[in-house]
């Protein structure tokens, strides 16, 4: 069976079954295009100062109050390896569901939804795959190429993670 799915301006076919696609979410951190299956997107809310958390990892930017909820943030430039992102009312905060666990990343900008054949996503370098290794796999869009992050290693190491269990078990 062959499908055809729109990629913004262009068709990328493939003889996947319509199953075997990955709806992902990308955005932007400086000139890096990122992206993360957007089952796992809460919502996207525009940038809110976090309260900083004494002793986190550097990535965690620290904790904000969503609706009753008390969940970290995480600086994805910082996490990354680019410094730390000075945040303003154009930045946005992806809030994800991890595993048990709630979150915030802090990002530059949204960009799009694109569905991509599985087929599609191609393995990290080995270089990426060490123990803080924190891309699942590349996807080619246009001449863009998109990391898929492995959120669960984005997290891994901040400190707030106690605490977003807490706010869990509320």
Not at 117 to 126: E, F, K, M
């Amino acid at each position: 069976m062959t499908m055809t799915l729109q990629l913004g301006e262009k068709h990328f076919s493939s003889a996947q079954p319509e199953s075997a696609a990955r709806r992902i979410v990308t955005f932007k951190v400086g000139d890096r295009t990122f992206g993360i299956d957007v089952g796992m997107v809460r919502e996207i809310k525009g940038w809110q100062a976090t309260t900083p958390l004494p002793h986190a990892a550097p990535h965690v930017r620290g904790v904000l109050n969503l609706r009753g909820v008390i969940l970290a943030v995480y600086d994805l430039r910082t996490a990354i390896g680019l410094g730390a992102t000075e945040a303003t009312a154009t930045h946005v905060i992806v809030v994800v569901d991890v595993e048990d666990k709630t979150a915030g990343l802090l990002v530059d900008s949204v960009s799009d939804i694109v569905d991509v054949p599985v087929s599609a996503v191609r393995p990290a370098p080995d270089l990426e795959r060490d123990e803080h290794g924190l891309i699942e796999g590349l996807v080619l869009l246009d001449t863009d190429i998109v990391a898929l992050l492995d959120l669960a290693a984005v997290i891994r190491d901040g400190g707030a993670e106690a605490l977003i269990k807490t706010s869990r078990a509320a």
